[in-house]
C-alpha cells in the first residue's frame, strides 16, 4: 500500500529524535528573520555540525526544494549523502511557492477529466518564454513532468488540486488537495523523506568554493560552519543554492532597471552558487532575464498568489476599473499595471473564492485584504468610485455567464463570478520575483563550461540554472523545474558514483 505522509506524521518525523537517530539534535532558532525567510517554517531537527565528515559520495549545496528532491533521489540510488545549507533552516524559495506545479497528461488531470498533453504544455511554456527556451531541457521537463507528480505522490506528497495559472489554457497547476499554497507542504514533505532516509543535513554551513584538481574536475567544496573553514570531498558535488533575486547589486548589475523595486526572494538567495561556479570556469545564460510577478504587496513584499487569479480574481485600477487581462504571462501583466498612473493596482475577490484560493487566510493573517460587506462599502475602504468597482463587477459577472471576456480576451480561471459578499481587495504592484538565468547545464544536470563541455563532477538543478524558462517564466513551472531537474541531478550522480 503506497505510503501517505499525513502532517501529523511529518510533525513527528521532524520532532522526535527517536526517529532519525543517527542525527542528532541541533534544532532551528524560531527567529523573525528565519521566519521571514520562508514564510512560517515549522521546528525542524538537523545534523549535529560536529558529525560534518570529511568525504562523502555526493555533497549537496542548498537545501531548497532541488536540493533535497537531489539528496532523497542520490540517497536511493545508493550514494552516501550530505545537505549543506547556509541559512538556519531548509526551505529556500521553495518555501515561498504559492501556486502549484505545473504537469501536463497526469493520473490527477484524468482522473478529473481534464484533457491536457506533452505538445500543449511545451508550446504554451515556449510562447510564454518568447520562443527563447532551450528547447532540450524544456522538452525533458515537460515529458517528465508527470512521472515527478507520481513520484512525490509516492512519498506522501500528493498535489491532486488543480487549478490555472497565467499562459496556459488548461488546468495544469496542481497544489495540495487542499488547495493550499505549495511551498511549506512540499518543503514539509521533503524534509520528512530526508529525515526518514537519514541524510545528514547541516545548516548554518556557507559553501562558497568549490575544490578543483588540476585538471579543474570537481573534488569537494569548501565550508565555513560554526564558525571554522573546512574542506569537505566529495566524489560529485550537486549546486541547488537557488538564484540570485535578494542581491540587488547583481540584479542591477544585470537588468538596471529594476533598481528600487521590492523582491520576493529570501534572503539567502544571493548567487551564491552562480557565482562559485564562475570561478572554475561554468558558462552562464540568460542572466539578464529577471522575471517580476505582478501581484506583490509592497509594504511586505509578500507574493499574492497567481493561483488567486487563477480562481477567479480580477484586477482593478484606483479608479475601479479593470484594466487587462488578468491570466497574461506575468510579464504582460506587470507592465500593464505599471502602465497605469497610479502603478499599482488591486485584487478584488468574494467570499465563494476563499474558499476555492486558501492561500487568502494567510494574506489575511498578515494583514493584507480589506474585506467589506458590500462592493459600496469596499470601494469606500479604497478611496475608489463605488459605480465604478459596481459596474466593473457587474460587467465581469455578465463576461463569465456568458463565458467570454469581450473587452480583454481573458479565457481561463473563468468558471465561477464574484457575486457572493463578503468581498475583499488586496493592493499590489509589481517585485522583483524569479532569476531565469543562471548556470547552463544539460539534461544530464552537468554544468557546462564556456566550450559547452561538461566540468567533471558538478551538477546543478533549480532556480541557479538557466535557459529552461528563456524571457519569461510560466507561474507553476518553477516548481517542476526544481523537482524534475533536482531529482534528475541526485539520479544522475548517483549513478555516476555507481559506476
Do not use: C
Amino acid at each position: 500500500m503506497k505510503k501517505k505522509i499525513s502532517y501529523l506524521f511529518i510533525s513527528m518525523m521532524l520532532v522526535l529524535a527517536v526517529l532519525v537517530p543517527s542525527l542528532s539534535v541541533f534544532a532551528e532558532e524560531s527567529t523573525s528573520e528565519s521566519e521571514d525567510a520562508v514564510s512560517g517554517a515549522s521546528q525542524k531537527e538537523y545534523t549535529d555540525p560536529a558529525e560534518l565528515a570529511e568525504s562523502y559520495d555526493i555533497v549537496i549545496v542548498g537545501a531548497g526544494g532541488a536540493g533535497m528532491a537531489a539528496a532523497i533521489a542520490a540517497h536511493d540510488g545508493g550514494a552516501n549523502v550530505a545537505i549543506l545549507e547556509k541559512m538556519p533552516i531548509v526551505g529556500g524559495n521553495s518555501s515561498k511557492s504559492s501556486a502549484g506545479m505545473n504537469a501536463s497528461e497526469t493520473k490527477f488531470q484524468k482522473e478529473q477529466g481534464i484533457e491536457d498533453s506533452n505538445d500543449k504544455f511545451f508550446e504554451e511554456t515556449l510562447k510564454g518564454g518568447k520562443e527563447t527556451n532551450d528547447q532540450e531541457l524544456l522538452h525533458f521537463l515537460v515529458d517528465h513532468s508527470a512521472d515527478a507528480i507520481d513520484w512525490l505522490d509516492s512519498m506522501g506528497i500528493t498535489l491532486n488540486n488543480i487549478t490555472t495559472t497565467g499562459g496556459m489554457s488548461v488546468q495544469r497547476t496542481h497544489r495540495p488537495e487542499d488547495g493550499s499554497a505549495v511551498g511549506q507542504y512540499l518543503v514539509e514533505g521533503l524534509y520528512a523523506n530526508v529525515t526518514e532516509r537519514k541524510i545528514p543535513t547541516f545548516v548554518n554551513a556557507d559553501v562558497k568554493e568549490l575544490l578543483v584538481d588540476d585538471n579543474n574536475a570537481v573534488t569537494g567544496v569548501k565550508v565555513n560552519i560554526e564558525g571554522q573553514e573546512k574542506e569537505v570531498s566529495a566524489k560529485k558535488v550537486i549546486l541547488t543554492t537557488g538564484g540570485f533575486g535578494a542581491n540587488m547589486d547583481m540584479v542591477v548589475e544585470n537588468k538596471p532597471e529594476l533598481e528600487g523595486f521590492v523582491t520576493t526572494n529570501q534572503e539567502g538567495s544571493q548567487g551564491d552558487g552562480i557565482k562559485m561556479a564562475q570561478a572554475i570556469g561554468a558558462a552562464t545564460v540568460d542572466m539578464d532575464q529577471i522575471q517580476i510577478h505582478p501581484t506583490v504587496e509592497q509594504t511586505t513584499s509578500f507574493l499574492i498568489s497567481e493561483a488567486v487569479r487563477g480562481e477567479g480574481a480580477i484586477l482593478v485600477s484606483q479608479e475601479g476599473n479593470r484594466f487587462f487581462n488578468e491570466m497574461e504571462t506575468r510579464d504582460k501583466v506587470s507592465a500593464a499595471i505599471i502602465d497605469l498612473p497610479e502603478k499599482y493596482a488591486y485584487i478584488v475577490g468574494d467570499s465563494a473564492l476563499k474558499e476555492r484560493a486558501k492561500q487568502i487566510k494567510t494574506y489575511e493573517e498578515k494583514g493584507l485584504v480589506v474585506e467589506a460587506d458590500s462592493l459600496e462599502d469596499l470601494a469606500k475602504e479604497l478611496d475608489m468610485p463605488a459605480e465604478n468597482l459596481t459596474a466593473t463587477l457587474d460587467a465581469w459577472n455578465k463576461s463569465v455567464e456568458a463565458g467570454k471576456d469581450e473587452e480583454f480576451g481573458r479565457e481561463t480561471g473563468m468558471e465561477e463570478g464574484l457575486a457572493t459578499g463578503p468581498f475583499f481587495a488586496i493592493k499590489i504592484a509589481p517585485g522583483i520575483h524569479h532569476t531565469m538565468g543562471g548556470l547552463k547545464i544539460n539534461t544530464n544536470t552537468e554544468v557546462l563550461n564556456e566550450e559547452g563541455q561538461p566540468i567533471a563532477n558538478l551538477y546543478a538543478a533549480g532556480e541557479l540554472t538557466g535557459g529552461i524558462h528563456g524571457q519569461n517564466r510560466i507561474g507553476g513551472n518553477a516548481v517542476a523545474d526544481i523537482i524534475i531537474f533536482g531529482r534528475q541531478a541526485g539520479t544522475v550522480a548517483s549513478a555516476a558514483v555507481a559506476e
